[in-house]
């Protein structure tokens, strides 16, 4: 009888362990799995016809916001005082990489502390010309995500991208490859 009391102690101890195990490791893995937006929206599809010109749409990509921007053919990066050395990671101002296209996408998060800059397609009394700004600390970007003014280190992300008829395709390279 003793043995079989001491049997259901040992039964019992190894599984509130395993238990214990799971416990701990669940949050574990969890974290580092992708998560299901990372995964799920690993490729977003555009239609640039629903945009107007000097509009832009919010949308996702990755869990994280995207700006769909159209651009009128006319306005150029000399309305803007971009700095010339605060390059992205391919070692290019947006500009390069985005002039051109009538509609390209950025991830809409500062390159300083992370917040959502607003789109001012009006400009202000300041920047007399569409820019983007970040009300947390007075960020400022061009259109195509250089930054001008305020604390922001470097250039918004710019994904990668492609067009494919009317439809801007993020994710995928094209008119612009993968950048760290
Ligand atoms: S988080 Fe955008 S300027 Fe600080």
Same mark, same amino acid.
Request: hydrophobic letters at 30%; a positive charge.
């Given at each position: 009888m003793e043995a079989s009391r001491r049997d259901f102690i040992n039964v019992a101890i190894g599984g509130l362990g395993v238990v214990g195990a799971v416990g701990v490791l669940y949050p574990i893995v969890k974290t580092l799995a992708p998560s299901a937006a990372s995964t799920t929206e690993a490729k977003a599809e555009i239609d640039i016809t629903k945009i107007p010109e000097l509009g832009m749409r919010v949308t996702s990509w990755k869990g994280k916001p995207l700006f769909v921007?159209?651009?009128? /053919? *006319?306005?150029?990066?000399?309305?803007?005082?971009?700095? /010339? *050395?605060?390059?992205n990671s391919a070692g290019k101002l947006n500009y390069e990489l985005l002039k051109g296209q009538e509609a390209f996408a950025l991830v809409g998060v500062c390159t300083h502390l992370g917040c959502i800059p607003l789109w001012k397609p009006e400009g202000s009394e300041d920047v007399k010309a569409p820019y983007l700004h970040c009300p947390c600390h007075g960020g400022l970007y061009t259109p195509w995500g250089d930054n001008i003014g305020g604390p922001p280190p470097r250039p918004l992300f710019v994904p990668p991208q492609k067009r494919e008829g009317?439809?801007?395709?993020v994710g995928e390279p094209g008119f612009v490859e993968q950048l760290v």
């Open positions: 921007l159209r651009l009128p /053919k *006319d306005l150029q990066e000399d309305k803007y005082n971009v700095k /010339k *050395d605060s390059v009317d439809k801007l395709i």
